[in-house]
């Protein structure tokens, strides 16, 4: 293989480089899958592809048994987790130092409250009562899971280093450790 051959293989496997740690980072934020699932899963519905008269796939929905509420109670259920599911919250700091528990008490402040907001409001949410706890437990998994990235700053700690990852990589792609000035960088 010549410099050149050679060189034009390096730039592909740095241009990949680059490519993977930035969709790292975009997988790493991107909240909408599973917000998008929870969703579903309250309206009792999976998504399925399909295929049209000319063959093209597309995305539908069917039915996989019944809503847990009305849309006024999935509208609220849906508010509760979006405020909690997504790539702002994780860039916060819990604290588990020091006998202090934040984690642990932000989670129990938050069940207490969505709690009492879907209970009060059962009837005129659709909730029957026999799926109020199914619906918090799902809630809370979710956010237990997802705000875990937070504690002593994990997620902070991790998304600097995916950051660093591609910083790196953009730099050796382009072969100079940083931006290319026109006329400079020739």
């Known amino acids: 293989m010549n410099t050149e051959e050679n060189a034009e293989v390096i730039r592909i496997q740095n241009d990949a480089r680059a490519f993977n740690a930035a969709n790292s980072l975009q997988i790493r934020l991107n909240t909408d899958p599973i917000v998008k699932r929870f969703e579903l899963d309250l309206r009792g519905l999976v998504e399925v592809v399909k295929i049209n008269e000319d063959g093209e796939e597309y995305i539908d929905y069917d039915s996989a ?4 509420a009305n849309e006024i109670g999935i509208q609220l259920i849906m508010g509760h987790v979006n405020v909690l599911i997504n790539h ?10 020091n006998g202090h528990d934040e984690y642990g008490e932000f989670l129990c402040r938050t069940r207490k409250a969505i709690a009492k907001d879907l209970m009060t409001n059962l009837n005129e949410l659709g909730i029957r009562e026999n799926n109020f706890s199914g619906i918090m437990a799902k809630i809370m998994r979710l956010a237990e899971l997802f705000v875990s990235r937070t504690i002593d700053g994990n997620e902070s700690t991790n998304m600097s280093e995916t950051i660093r990852t591609v910083e ?14 026109p006329f400079i960088n020739n």
Request: glycine fraction near 18%; charged fraction near 20%.
């Open 65 to 68: 048994g019944n809503s847990l």
């Open 168 to 181: 790196n990589t953009n730099s050796q792609v382009r072969g100079t450790g940083g931006m290319k000035i």
């Open 88 to 97: 702002q919250v994780v860039q916060g700091r819990l604290d588990q130092k």
